[in-house]
């Protein structure tokens, strides 16, 4: 028996609907018909994306998702990355050619630093 992979991914933050709104605004994810009352699932594939209320204290840890990298893919990196960068969004790594196309990471509003590529 083994684990197929990845069938869902959820990032745990402190004002749920700014979070849901910050990844429709910038990422133009659309919510899933359905959603539990503590989360927001958008309408992604192959793997559902979310973003829920805490089962834990995110006030308690030094840095939130140390460790876990979060990639996600887009059409245009770089339209995205021009959009963020315009309204403020924190830029952690600038666009750069990579094995994945074009890639960089921001940073949400709970400070989790997601990678996208196109």
């Known amino acids: 028996m083994a684990a197929l992979g990845p ?7 402190r004002d749920l609907q700014a979070s849901a709104h ?14 539990p009352p503590h989360a927001v699932v958008f309408d ?11 089962a834990v204290d995110l006030d308690a840890v030094d840095k939130l998702g140390w460790g876990v990298a979060l990639w996600l893919k887009a059409e ?4 995205i990355h021009d959009a963020m ?7 952690v790594t600038p666009p750069f050619d990579g094995p994945f196309g074009r890639t960089f990471t921001f940073a949400d509003p709970d400070g989790y630093a997601v990678t996208l590529h196109s």
């Not at 910050?22 to 959603?35: C, I, K, N, P, W």
């Not at 992604?44 to 805490?54: I, W």
């Not at 245009?76 to 339209?79: R, S």
């Open 7 to 13: 069938s869902f991914l959820a990032l745990q933050v």
């Open 22 to 35: 910050f990844y429709e605004q910038h990422l133009g994810l659309t919510r899933a018909a359905v959603s």
């Open 44 to 54: 992604t594939q192959p793997v559902p994306f979310a973003v829920r209320e805490p």
């Open 76 to 79: 245009d990196a770089d339209k």
């Open 85 to 91: 960068a315009a309204e403020g969004v924190p830029i």
